[in-house]
């Protein structure tokens, strides 16, 4: 599993207006008032880039990839002190959490295995960590205009998104619902807020990207339509609207209380 520095920078604006604010806020009082975070599948920085805002204080961050490259970018790119981590998230025990007071991870866990998310949330309900998962993916897509086979390509991708991403078989669409289950049952308690993609004429350029992707991924999955429907969505570019479905998440050990306005 890996993702190119292009496709990131690409969507990271997408990604930043749709994590739900009031859950960001909440994920940075829970990181404490000397926040030390540890983020999971950094990419290049983006969530680093979404905390700027709400931190109140200077973090501390522990960038965790297994991509050489994108942790360079992520730790160039950081106004904060960082240390870089080049890791295989499957070994979980090799985590830099000693010290730790929040764990992230943003669009990610959709990519994972149902049981190596259930070995995450029982590693962090030993350390009792809070964990903020952003975006991620909760099956759902819709387009504006409408086009006959929306419904066809969307279960097509939602099968493929299922497949093995390096994890094993991945939560795919059924991620969002499925990782709060499972944190809940470790003990946690847990936030969620929707953060939805909102993509308009403006971002026409993630959305073709995007349409490859999913006409792609559905294509593979046996979807002969993928390929005419792609086409059809690029013509409409200049007007076209869609959502793509995200759930955020803030999980809270039993001992970490929010403060209230």
């Known amino acids: 599993m890996g993702f190119s520095a292009t496709w990131l920078a690409l969507r990271e604006p997408a990604d930043h207006a749709a994590r739900d604010s009031a859950l960001l806020l909440a994920a940075a009082q829970a990181a404490g008032p000397e926040p030390v975070i540890v ?29 050489a490259s994108l942790l360079e970018q992520a730790a160039a790119g950081a ?32 990519l994972c295995a149902r049981d190596w998310v259930t070995s995450l949330a029982d590693h962090l309900a030993r350390h009792a960590l809070p964990f903020y998962a952003a975006l991620n993916y909760d099956g759902t897509m819709r387009w504006s205009p409408v086009d006959p086979a929306d419904a066809d390509v969307t279960l097509a991708f939602n099968q493929h998104q299922r497949g093995d991403k390096g994890f094993g078989p991945a939560l795919g669409p059924d991620a969002a619902e499925a990782i709060a289950e499972i944190f809940a049952a470790a003990g946690f308690r847990v936030l969620q807020a929707d953060s939805p993609w909102q993509l308009g004429p403006s971002a026409a350029a993630l959305q073709r990207e995007l349409l490859a992707g999913i006409a792609g991924a559905a294509t593979e999955a046996g979807e002969a339509k993928a390929a005419s429907w792609q086409g059809r969505r690029i013509a409409q570019l200049a007007q076209a609207q869609c959502r793509i479905g995200h759930r955020d998440l803030l999980a809270l050990p039993p001992d970490i209380e929010l403060r209230t306005a």
């Open 79 to 110: 106004k904060t002190g960082v240390t870089t981590h080049q890791l295989d998230l499957r070994d979980l025990h090799k985590l830099p959490l000693d010290g730790a007071s929040l764990v992230t991870a943003s669009a990610l866990l959709d």
């Open 39 to 67: 983020d999971l599948g950094c990419g290049t920085g983006s969530t680093i880039r979404a905390f700027d805002a709400p931190l109140k204080q200077v973090a501390r961050w522990r960038l965790v990839d297994n991509d």
